[in-house]
């Protein structure tokens, strides 16, 4: 028996070649779904890269305790058993009570 393989009538020689992997398509674009999305996602990740490198940096956030809240007004920290703080915003006392049974 021969070990050779037949070789075939009709080369493949039109088929389009995908230019992302370089591998036979047969879509009618010449390009595979899969390529033509990770192409995609290689330019905007490149744009999101860029633009995060050009954003100004973010502020950082005191870490809270239990023992702490902070006021959504002026920033500052202040014990939770206080219900208004010293630049005049009033923490709603029922809502104190709702977060301190949740976090129990």
């Known amino acids: 028996m021969s070990e050779r393989k037949p070789v075939p009538h009709n080369p493949a020689s039109n088929v389009r070649r995908c230019p992302v992997c370089d591998k036979p ?57 206080r219900f208004r703080c010293d630049c005049g915003h009033n923490f709603d006392a029922s809502l104190a009570r709702a977060g301190a049974k949740a976090s129990t």
């Open 25 to 81: 398509s047969y879509s009618a674009s010449g390009v595979h779904p899969q390529c033509s999305l990770a192409k995609a996602d290689a330019v905007s990740r490149a744009a999101r890269k860029a633009a995060e490198e050009n954003a100004p940096p973010a502020p950082v956030q005191p870490k809270l305790n239990r023992f702490q809240k902070q006021c959504p007004k002026c920033k500052r920290v202040v014990a939770p058993r």
